[in-house]
């Protein structure tokens, strides 16, 4: 090999070996490029869609797999494992998902809506959804996240103009939430888009700003009546039940009482007819221990007593028979 150096020309040998190493360099360097293109890895939360000149042959799993070189199969990856959300009227930075949000400008327009009432609303909401058939994902429709983006904001707007502003913003978002995620899966199924929706989720839901101070003002009015309405209800649900109970234990002790003076009543005239019965058979005997009974329930109340015989003419006037002695003091 000659060069030439300046004004000289330089002859140069290159040794017999490496000549013939360059016959095979493209050879060798066509293995290297077609070992590093014939493997894939698919990742766990993900499904390997093959391409081959284009078209459609399988669906792997993940894991390392082998491919045809040189761009003749092509892989395309989509997470089918992972749950992902589209955020309307808002979003939230440092998402992984690149269609999760779009711009403030779109943020502004999806968000404002008109109530059947024809008055505004600021609504922002959510979806979550799973990709289940990546095959239909990716060739169905040019483009799927596209699709679902504007399939959504039409349900959402469809729903709340079916409804007024005050049915929007306080009582009915359960309702609004279940009405959108059915109408949202049957439009996604329509249009097989191989999305399944798991939930639709309002968030903010306001009137628009130049009201909202007052319309603040008269939730916050009707929160205090509900908060009076719910006291009123606990005093309510205290004092009947505890008034109720007052009066059945009145009239529980009543009638107990009653029982007791019937039951009284009637052993006296058991005890009664069972004196006069053993009276009507021997009348003094009866009467006498009738007297000694009485006598004897009545004599220990008396206290100190003095009997005198019936033949005594006169008594002393002071006679200190008994004389309790005074209790000692220490």
């Known amino acids: 090999m000659r060069i030439q150096v300046g004004n000289e020309i330089v002859e140069l040998k290159l040794p017999a070996a490496l000549g013939k190493l360059g016959i095979f360099a493209p050879l060798l360097l066509l293995l290297v490029v077609a070992g590093l293109s014939s493997y894939y890895t698919v990742q766990a939360d993900e499904a390997g869609v093959v391409l081959r000149f284009g078209k459609h042959v399988g669906t792997v799993e993940p894991g390392l797999h082998f ?28 998402n992984s ?20 009432d024809l008055n505004s609303a600021l609504v922002e ?15 169905k429709v040019r483009n799927s996240d596209g699709t679902l983006r504007h399939a959504s904001e039409s349900v959402m707007r469809e729903v709340v103009g079916d409804r007024t502003v005050d049915e929007v913003i306080t009582v009915g978002r359960q309702e609004i939430e ?37 319309f603040n003002e ?4 009707q929160q205090e009546k509900e908060k009076s309405i719910n006291i009123a209800n606990g005093e309510y649900n205290r004092a009947v039940p505890k008034a109720g109970g007052e009066a059945e234990k009145t009239v529980s002790e009543a009638e107990g009482y009653a029982t007791q003076r019937i039951n009284e009543a009637e052993g006296d005239v ?30 220990p109340r008396l206290g100190s007593k003095v009997i005198l015989d019936e033949g005594a003419s006169q008594v002393l006037p002071f006679l200190p028979i008994q004389q309790q002695a005074a209790p000692a003091t220490r």
């Open 97 to 116: 998902n690149s269609r999760q949000w779009t711009n403030s400008q779109e943020m502004e327009m999806e968000k404002n809506m008109v109530t059947g």
């Open 178 to 214: 279940s009405e959108c995620n059915l109408k949202l899966k049957a439009l996604v199924d329509l249009y097989e888009l191989g999305i399944s929706i798991d939930q639709v989720q309002l968030k903010n839901v306001d009137p628009p700003k130049p009201v909202q101070a007052s």
């Open 270 to 299: 058991a005890k009664f007819n069972s004196l006069y019965a053993e009276y009507q058979k021997a009348p003094e005997v009866t009467r006498r221990r009738i007297y000694l009974e009485t006598m004897e329930e009545v004599m």
């Open 125 to 139: 909401w959510v979806i979550q959804y799973r990709i289940t058939e990546p095959e239909n994902y990716l060739f």
């Open 67 to 94: 491919k045809l070189p040189f761009g003749i199969d092509r892989v395309t990856t989509v997470p089918v494992r992972r749950q992902q959300k589209m955020e309307f009227g808002f979003g939230t930075p440092g």
């Open 218 to 221: 008269v939730n916050q009015a």
